[in-house]
């Protein structure tokens, strides 16, 4: 695995002197009122007020996650045998980075989400360009390709803790390297005609990708109402 400090930095800074707020990106400066519970400016914090509302968030979680791993599996497929659905397959797998991004909205704004709906974007758009290269034997644009791909887990874990620190930036990183290699082997399977391997290995990153779910779900938790 490739262990680069990144280049990631947000395009707005933070812009306030109140230690208490929770915003990373909060340009209210010294007006600032935010406290651990209660939000600074309108786009910033939804509270999760009860636990229906926390059972919500978290199938709606799982359900985007759910269709992250399985539309990239169709997209691969389609990929890998040059199926007529590919574009059309392809375009509804990009759709998953903007439903991600739009789970984040309530609680970080638009501005925020929209930066991480392009972070898992660029990450489905490197696992297509993978796929690609790999079924024509270009070894050189593979390795490049893989490295990127990694570089950008990294940004996903970086960025997921710099908006809350409830989410551990390591132990995320180490889930999202996970999910990047399951992927690979279930592309290798797949291009190698392996096809009950693949399946297999598919049964392990939908569980995964699960955790993955309910670990973003409970940070927003603890970040937005410590009493659920």
Same mark, same amino acid.
């Given at each position: 695995m490739?262990q680069?400090?990144?280049?990631?930095?947000p395009?707005?800074?933070?812009?306030?002197?109140?230690?208490?707020?929770?915003?990373?990106?909060?340009?209210?400066?010294?007006?600032?009122?935010?406290?651990?519970?209660?939000?600074?400016?309108?786009?910033?914090?939804?509270?999760?007020?009860?636990?229906?509302?926390?059972?919500?968030?978290?199938?709606?979680?799982?359900?985007?996650?759910?269709?992250?791993?399985?539309?990239?599996?169709?997209?691969? @497929? &389609?990929?890998?045998?040059?199926?007529?659905?590919?574009?059309?397959?392809?375009?509804?797998?990009? %759709?998953? *980075?903007?439903? =991600?991004?739009?789970?984040?909205?309530?609680?970080?704004?638009?501005k925020?989400?929209?930066?991480?709906?392009?972070?898992?974007?660029?990450?489905?758009?490197?696992?297509?360009?993978l796929?690609?290269?790999?079924?024509?034997?270009?070894?050189?644009?593979?390795?490049?390709?893989?490295?990127?791909w990694?570089?950008?887990?990294?940004?996903?874990?970086?960025?997921?803790?710099?908006?809350?620190?409830? @989410? &551990?930036?390591?132990?995320?990183?180490?889930?999202?390297?996970?999910?990047?290699?399951?992927?690979? %082997?279930? *592309?290798v399977? =797949?291009?190698?005609?392996?096809?009950?391997?693949?399946?297999?290995?598919?049964?392990?990153?939908?569980?995964?990708?699960?955790?993955?779910?309910?670990?973003?779900?409970?940070?927003?938790?603890?970040q937005?109402?410590?009493?659920?």
């Amino acid at each position: 695995m490739w262990q680069n400090e990144q280049r990631y930095s947000p395009y707005y800074q933070r812009n306030c002197s109140n230690l208490a707020c929770l915003n990373p990106y909060c340009q209210c400066g010294e007006t600032c009122k935010c406290n651990h519970s209660q939000q600074c400016h309108e786009g910033w914090g939804t509270p999760l007020h009860d636990r229906k509302q926390k059972g919500s968030l978290k199938s709606s979680m799982r359900l985007v996650w759910e269709q992250h791993v399985y539309w990239t599996r169709m997209t691969i @497929i &389609s990929l890998v045998f040059s199926l007529p659905d590919v574009n059309s397959t392809t375009k509804r797998l990009l %759709q998953n *980075a903007t439903d =991600m991004g739009d789970l984040l909205k309530p609680f970080y704004g638009n501005k925020i989400a929209d930066m991480y709906s392009n972070l898992i974007r660029e990450h489905l758009i490197i696992a297509a360009e993978l796929v690609k290269a790999a079924k024509v034997g270009n070894q050189k644009e593979v390795t490049a390709l893989e490295r990127k791909w990694y570089e950008n887990g990294e940004d996903v874990a970086k960025f997921l803790n710099t908006i809350n620190p409830f @989410i &551990s930036r390591d132990e995320f990183q180490k889930m999202w390297f996970e999910h990047l290699a399951l992927t690979k %082997q279930e *592309a290798v399977f =797949m291009l190698q005609n392996d096809f009950e391997s693949s399946i297999a290995v598919f049964n392990i990153i939908e569980k995964q990708a699960l955790e993955m779910a309910d670990t973003i779900t409970t940070g927003i938790a603890k970040q937005f109402q410590p009493l659920l």
